[in-house]
């Protein structure tokens, strides 16, 4: 695939700071590239440039010299901009699709399902927040102002490519503030995509770059560089830590939107066939690489043995397969590292004692090339394993029993995490009433749909802050106060 051999900077392609390094000889890192490999064929299909400390410090500077300007814009004029980058987003669906095919092994239909259309509803949901959002409001004897909050570090996954860039740099230009991106190592060509497209929008230079490189040399020279005001993060909770610890040093505001291990809890008296069904796609959606996703499904003791049975049909039916197969439900996972961890959880839910219903450790059969993994299903997994307690990003779901609905919350909340969640029960109210004790940023009571304009983000160590709505555009905002 085509790939810039530079970063995007200042309005324009730059070259990498390594590479005129490596022109006057070589040195540490010079003219470093990072391989992007097509999961599904395990072929490197671009390479792009790995930046460094210095290309950093180039784009934090422009977006530093941008930053006036761009605050300075009327909120019509920064509805203009964000519409020309919406209707071009929605115009580049199909290269969309091709490209997060390509380096994530997202199937064609997920890729135009979700990858490609998901960023175009939260753009538009941006706007609509933007054309009514209150900047200033009196207390008292006071009028207080939301102004933008300065530069912002964005750093996203791989996961969910365009969603996770959208759902921070989209806001954060709402709100004011001009945007330095790091995305993901396995994915930088959708990130590449996303500066087309902002650069045919017509966005003033400097307000939005782009710096591709490794988390530990551009992620840490990003969250810890004194010109950027605000660090937006969404990864692993153990990188999470470090972003916090270093935003922390620098005294900068930061979000954190990091791993989560959610339960779906089907209450006696759900639609249980359903609540199954809906239960394992969402925890094999990816690949099971999403961080919302239901890993752990919770089942009374007298639907326990029927869930199962329905779990593992279901299961079967997601056999994977080439990503650019139109059929295809499940594509490999994103990197060879991916697909050993998971093996590995697989194992030790094995070793562990965990019931293996459906799939394993080893390749499926016939994809020898890929990195693929079987869609795995345990049941009898007990709250203290392993597999019930860590995040395994992959297509690996644990079925666990509950006793009374007392046992199921204590299950439901005992673990670190609190991102997401799903509530079945026969009366709405009753899933309602059982959704508002769980630990958990946001739960679907009976398969409720995702709606792009509520608040995103986690409980306990799935995180700080939220994304998406009004309450994404409020993390790029801060307030002044005048006193009359
Ligand atoms: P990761 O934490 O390894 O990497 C995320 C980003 O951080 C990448 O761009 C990476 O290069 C960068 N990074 C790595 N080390 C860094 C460092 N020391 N300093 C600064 N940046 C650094 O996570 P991943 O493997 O890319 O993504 C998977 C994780 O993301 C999972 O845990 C998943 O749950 C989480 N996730 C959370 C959400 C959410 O909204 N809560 C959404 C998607 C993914």
């Not at 391989?35 to 950093?56: K, L, M, Q, R």
């Not at 709405?428 to 630990?439: D, G, K, N, T, V």
């Amino acid at each position: 695939m085509q790939a810039h051999q530079g970063h995007y900077i200042d309005g324009a392609w730059r070259p990498a700071a390594s590479a005129s390094a490596s022109a006057s000889g070589p040195g540490p890192g010079s003219g470093d590239v990072i391989e992007v490999v097509n999961p599904a064929t395990e072929e490197v299909i671009a390479t792009v440039p790995a930046g460094t400390a210095e290309d950093v410090d180039a784009a934090v500077a422009a977006a530093r010299s941008a930053a006036g300007a761009w605050r300075a814009t009327s909120r019509d004029e920064r509805l203009a901009a964000l519409t020309r980058l919406r209707d071009g987003l929605a115009a580049q669906q199909d290269e969309i699709s091709a490209t997060v095919l390509a380096e994530l092994g997202s199937p064609l239909r997920l890729a135009r399902a979700l990858h490609s259309t998901v960023p175009v509803a939260v753009t538009t949901s941006v706007l609509e927040v933007l054309a009514e959002f209150p900047f200033q409001e009196k207390v008292g004897n006071s009028t207080v102002y939301l102004e933008p909050a300065g530069v912002v570090g964005a750093i996203t996954p791989w996961n969910y490519p365009l969603h996770q860039i959208v759902a921070k740099v989209v806001p954060a230009l709402a709100a004011g503030c001009p945007v330095v991106l790091k995305p993901a190592e396995n994915t930088p060509l959708t990130a590449q995509l996303f500066a087309e497209i902002v650069h045919h929008a017509g966005l003033p230079a400097g307000t939005f770059n782009l710096v591709t490189g490794h988390g530990t040399v551009v992620g840490a020279a990003l969250a810890e560089h004194e010109g950027v005001d605000v660090v937006s993060f969404t990864g692993s909770t153990a990188v999470g830590r470090r972003i916090g610890a270093a935003a922390g040093r620098g005294v900068k505001r930061v979000s954190l939107e990091l791993g989560g291990k959610s339960a779906n809890v089907i209450l006696p008296g759900a639609d249980l066939a359903t609540a199954v069904k809906v239960g394992v796609g969402n925890a094999f959606l990816n690949a099971g690489q999403t961080c919302s996703a239901w890993t752990r499904m919770l089942v009374s003791e007298a639907d326990y043995d029927e869930a199962v049975a329905l779990a593992a049909k279901t299961a079967e039916r997601y056999a994977p397969g080439d990503p650019a197969n139109p059929s295809t439900r499940l594509g490999p996972l994103v990197s060879a590292v991916q697909r050993e961890r998971v093996r590995d959880y697989i194992g030790t839910g094995i070793a562990e004692g965990a019931r293996l219903v459906t799939g394993g450790a080893d390749a499926p059969e016939g994809l020898d090339v890929g990195f693929y993994v079987r869609p795995t299903v345990f049941a009898d997994v007990e709250p203290g394993m392993t597999i019930a307690q860590e995040e395994i990003f992959g297509p690996v779901l644990s079925i666990m029993r509950y006793r009374d609905k007392e046992h199921a919350l204590e299950i439901a909340n005992g673990t670190a995490y609190g991102l997401s969640g799903g509530v079945w029960a026969a009366d709405p109210a009753e899933a309602a009433a059982f959704a508002r004790q769980m630990e958990a940023g946001q739960v679907d009571i009976n398969g409720g749909a995702f709606n792009p304009a509520a608040p995103f983000g986690g409980y306990k160590d799935s995180g700080v802050g939220r994304e998406l709505g009004r309450f994404g555009l409020e993390e790029f905002l801060q307030t002044q106060s005048l006193q009359f």
